[in-house]
Each structure stands twice: as C-alpha cells, then as structure tokens.
C-alpha cells in the first residue's frame, strides 16, 4: 500500500529556509505525481507546488513561485520542497500526496481530489 511520510518541518524566522522531505513506500518510483499542499488554520487547504511522475513538469501556486523549488529523486523515492525566503503566511501544515498519473508532461495543483494517498502532514511556522 502506497505510504507517503513527510519531515524536515519546524521553526524557522522570517527570511530562513526550510526543505521538507516526502518519502513514498510502497509503490514503482515512476507510478505517481506528487503534489504539496498546505492547511493554515481557518483556511482551506491549498496548492503549493506540484511534480509530475518523471520530474520533468512542476507547477507553483503563485504565492510561491520564485521561493520553492520541488524536486524529486526516484531512485530513493523521495521528493522535496525547497523554500526559501520564508513568510509568516507560509506558516502552516504541509502535506504530500500522492496521484496516479502517469504522464510525464503534467501534474495537478489544485485538483486535490486526484490525490488520493496523503501524508500525515508537518508544521511550518515563520515568525520572528
């Protein structure tokens, strides 16, 4: 059974980095796109940035773009997220998750119900 794990959360002040760590189980590396998605409280869960099966699409919210960087290392069945120049609206908790697509040319950021696998999440806090 597809199990996705993340780390790499915590504490950072405004202006740090973070990199947080998905590691997938359970499946052929090259079987899923993966997507991060982030809950802040009272708000709706969101896209963060997306990768498809091979690494060779990504996608950003725009409230990211330019700061995160997603990447993936099928070989050891890990993908990260880069972020860096942290916000205090980037505090929240992030998650991976997993969909079944095997085109190597997209992924979905806001389509959170092709995911159908997800971590159990991690917290992000920005503050000073």
């Known amino acids: 059974q597809l199990q996705l794990v993340e780390s790499g959360g915590g504490l950072v002040q405004p202006g740090g980095s973070l990199r947080l760590s998905c590691a997938v189980s359970?499946?052929?590396?090259?079987?899923?796109?993966i997507g991060w998605f982030r809950q802040a409280p009272g708000k709706e869960r969101e896209g963060v940035s997306c990768?498809?099966?091979?690494?060779?699409?990504?996608g950003y919210a725009d409230s990211v773009k330019g700061r995160f960087a997603v990447s993936r290392d099928n070989a050891k069945n890990m993908v990260y997220l880069q972020m860096n120049s942290l916000k205090p609206d980037d505090t929240a908790v992030y998650y991976c998750?997993?969909?079944?697509?095997?085109?190597?040319?997209?992924?979905?950021?806001?389509?959170?119900?092709?995911?159908?696998?997800w971590g159990q999440g991690i917290q992000v806090s920005v503050s000073s």
């Open positions: 998750a997993a969909d079944w697509n095997t085109n190597p040319l997209i992924c979905y950021l806001n389509s959170l119900d092709r995911y159908g696998y």
């Open positions: 990768i498809s099966n091979r690494g060779t699409k990504a």
């Open positions: 359970g499946v052929t590396s090259d079987a899923y796109a």
